[in-house]
């Protein structure tokens, strides 16, 4: 008999872990892990996103009080999402992701000027969904 064994490391089912983003240009949801809607405090923040005019390919996220940053909604499984398909397909084409695919993203959890949580964008890897 040759076997073919499916598992949790070889059909994508697994509880993704780690301080991740996960932007989806097509439905315009921003999804942070619960690791990282933990290590960051998200609950009950907003956030907004920043990108750097003179290296468009560096953006950060920023927890802040403004009254026009995005609120973090917490799904169940404590996740924090939101939603903006600008800030996706913005996100995705400077990081020369050009595809309709949903992306994964590393977060640096060290604030640089304090408030600025880089988005690793050379990170970027396309989530592979078992149909």
């Given at each position: 008999?040759?076997?073919?064994?499916?598992?949790?490391?070889?059909?994508?089912?697994?509880?993704?872990?780690?301080n991740?983003?996960?932007?989806?240009?097509?439905?315009?949801?921003?999804?942070?892990?619960?690791?990282?809607?933990?290590?960051?405090?998200?609950?009950?923040?907003?956030?907004?996103?920043?990108?750097?005019?003179?290296?468009?390919?560096?953006?950060f996220?920023?927890?802040?009080?403004?009254?026009?940053?995005?609120?973090?909604?917490?799904?169940?499984?404590?996740?924090?999402?939101?939603?903006s398909?600008?800030?996706?397909?913005?996100?995705?084409?400077?990081?020369?992701?050009?595809?309709?695919?949903?992306?994964?993203?590393?977060?640096?959890?060290?604030?640089?000027?304090?408030?600025?949580?880089?988005?690793?964008?050379?990170?970027?890897?396309?989530?592979?969904?078992?149909?």
């Amino acid at each position: 008999m040759k076997r073919k064994v499916y598992t949790t490391a070889n059909t994508g089912h697994t509880r993704k872990t780690g301080n991740f983003l996960t932007v989806s240009r097509k439905s315009g949801a921003l999804k942070f892990t619960k690791d990282l809607t933990d290590e960051l405090k998200l609950k009950g923040k907003k956030v907004q996103f920043v990108q750097d005019e003179e290296k468009p390919s560096e953006w950060f996220i920023e927890i802040t009080n403004d009254a026009h940053a995005f609120p973090v909604r917490i799904s169940p499984t404590g996740a924090g999402v939101l939603q903006s398909v600008v800030i996706c397909s913005e996100l995705l084409k400077s990081a020369g992701l050009k595809d309709d695919s949903s992306y994964r993203f590393l977060i640096s959890t060290t604030p640089v000027d304090k408030t600025l949580y880089p988005i690793i964008t050379k990170s970027g890897k396309p989530v592979i969904r078992v149909k």
